[in-house]
């Protein structure tokens, strides 16, 4: 049954490709008297409401190895947003020993991260003054804390700027640091120099936070940083030892920050009491880890198999040929403008998959995403919709029983999110890979239409029934 099965979807699944894509007329009632009637697939379409609502990404994951997030949002729709994250910093691995000298003064020390990218809601605030904060974590950063979780006891609240670091968005952030956090790295051991493991498992990793925009006040920015960009800068004097009688000589010690390792992002949300499983007229949602549109895998079996039921279906039987969601908004000539700058690219459907190597579940798109005629959910500003491909999804729900779907509901279960798609090449061949993966660093608003709005979410399927 079950090879005859996949065999039958196929064979269905290239028939509507062909059929959608063919230019060339012919007829089509051709051989149609040689196929039984008992045999014959027949085409068909329904379509049902999606039944949205409302809920924060839990447990978004949030270890990289090249950027880091860092400003706040305050908004009339969301509240108040913030963004702050942590990363190691030690001294380049090298063969030879890091030869300091001896009696190491510090003179200044500041760091430097490169801005890659700027999210703001208002372009009047590109420039908005940001105060930016500087503390020791009391850990490292590694993969047993790859969520977005920061609990006060997770770092030393004592600031180790120097107390007047003001950001207006330009290309490098440079924070001066205290000569007394300095002085501590300058009398780290050999052995802490010489290994990079040993030094972050002394030195940890560093804080970096900001404070959020003025009470009363909305707007705020948010800045995408280079954490493959970043050093610390320690200029110094020192004693050498290469030669007896020698006069003081001034060097700077280059440390990088999260070279071969990890940065962790953090983020905070006002909005999370406006999380609901009631059908509403419009449904807000947010980004990175904010308020997403969400659908309950429960009730969207319920509403297949009411349908299956009502048409005396054997849901086994039930072929898939595509499945497309459709998230409309609602637009006039006032808001074509915000749509245009703060609604994301794509909406995409994104489930929790299970990491068995190294036993965690992380956020990651439906596997539709890697069909080559998909629409990513590409946001269509002429209809006012985001639409794109779930057929996968939907014959999974149609197919299994409930009781195995409720079992394992998280891998059911969806969050519309933006994706954000990588392709890398080889240079010894002429093919490339396309990657999909969840975006933990876009910060949008958003408002689409609920199921109770005239103009409903909806899935629309193409289908077949399989013949005994």
């Known amino acids: 049954m079950h090879s005859f099965f996949k065999a039958a979807a196929l064979t269905f699944a290239i028939s509507i490709s062909f059929f959608a894509s063919s230019c060339i007329e012919v007829d089509k009632t051709l051989g149609a008297g040689n196929i039984p009637d008992d045999q014959a697939l027949v085409l068909k379409t329904a379509s049902f409401h999606l039944p949205l609502q409302t809920k924060m990404m839990d447990s978004l994951q949030a270890l990289t190895t090249s950027y880091a997030v860092l400003g706040a949002f305050r908004t009339p729709e969301f509240g108040l947003a913030q963004f702050c994250f942590a990363t190691n910093y030690a001294p380049y691995y090298t063969q030879k020993k890091i030869n300091l000298g001896n009696d190491r003064k510090i003179k200044e020390i500041y760091l430097t991260i490169q801005r890659t990218s700027t999210t703001v809601m208002d372009q009047s605030q590109k420039s908005l003054p940001q105060n930016i904060r500087v503390y020791r974590m009391n850990r490292s950063v590694d993969t047993t804390s790859r969520f977005g979780y920061l609990k006060d006891s997770d770092y030393n609240h004592t600031q180790i700027d120097t107390g007047s670091v003001v950001y207006t968005g330009g290309d490098t952030l440079r924070i001066w640091l205290k000569n007394s956090f300095g002085q501590q790295i300058l009398n780290a051991s050999q052995l802490e120099l010489d290994s990079s493991r040993i030094f972050m498992d002394k030195f940890k990793a560093l804080l970096f936070t900001c404070d959020p925009p003025e009470d009363g006040t909305n707007g705020g920015r948010l800045n995408i940083l280079s954490t493959t960009n970043a050093y610390i800068n320690i200029t110094f004097s020192f004693q050498p030892t290469w030669k007896s009688g020698l006069a003081r000589k001034d060097s700077v010690f280059v440390i990088p920050l999260a070279d071969n390792t990890y940065t962790q992002n953090f983020s905070t949300y006002e909005s999370k009491p406006q999380e609901s499983t009631a059908a509403k007229e419009y449904v807000m949602v947010e980004g990175i880890g904010g308020l997403k549109a969400y659908v309950d895998p429960m009730v969207l079996k319920d509403t297949l198999d009411?349908?299956?039921?009502?048409?005396?279906?054997?849901?086994?039987?039930?072929?898939?040929?595509?499945?497309?969601?459709?998230?409309?908004?609602?637009?006039?000539?006032?808001?074509?403008?915000?749509?245009?700058?703060?609604?994301?690219?794509?909406?995409?459907?994104?489930?929790?998959?299970?990491?068995?190597?190294?036993?965690?579940?992380?956020?990651?798109?439906?596997?539709?995403?890697?069909?080559?005629?998909?629409?990513?959910?590409?946001?269509?500003?002429?209809?006012?919709?985001?639409?794109?491909?779930?057929?996968?999804?939907?014959?999974?729900?149609?197919?299994?029983?409930?009781?195995?779907?409720?079992?394992?509901?998280?891998?059911?279960?969806?969050?519309?999110?933006?994706?954000?798609?990588?392709?890398?090449?080889?240079?010894?061949?002429?093919?490339?890979?396309?990657?999909?993966?969840?975006?933990?660093?876009?910060?949008?608003?958003?408002?689409?239409?609920?199921?109770?709005?005239?103009?409903?979410?909806?899935?629309?399927?193409?289908?077949?029934?399989?013949?005994?």
């Open 306 to 468: 009411r349908w299956v039921a009502k048409q005396g279906y054997d849901p086994k039987k039930i072929l898939i040929g595509k499945a497309t969601y459709k998230l409309p908004f609602v637009t006039d000539n006032s808001t074509v403008s915000s749509v245009n700058y703060y609604y994301p690219a794509n909406l995409y459907p994104n489930n929790k998959e299970w990491d068995t190597k190294s036993s965690f579940y992380y956020y990651a798109p439906l596997e539709d995403v890697y069909a080559t005629s998909n629409n990513a959910g590409d946001i269509n500003r002429s209809l006012s919709c985001y639409m794109g491909d779930i057929s996968s999804m939907i014959q999974k729900l149609v197919i299994n029983d409930r009781a195995d779907i409720q079992s394992s509901w998280k891998k059911y279960a969806i969050w519309f999110s933006p994706v954000n798609k990588s392709t890398s090449s080889n240079i010894y061949s002429t093919s490339s890979t396309t990657s999909y993966s969840t975006d933990a660093s876009s910060y949008f608003i958003g408002k689409l239409n609920g199921p109770l709005h005239a103009n409903y979410p909806r899935v629309e399927i193409i289908y077949a029934v399989m013949n005994d």
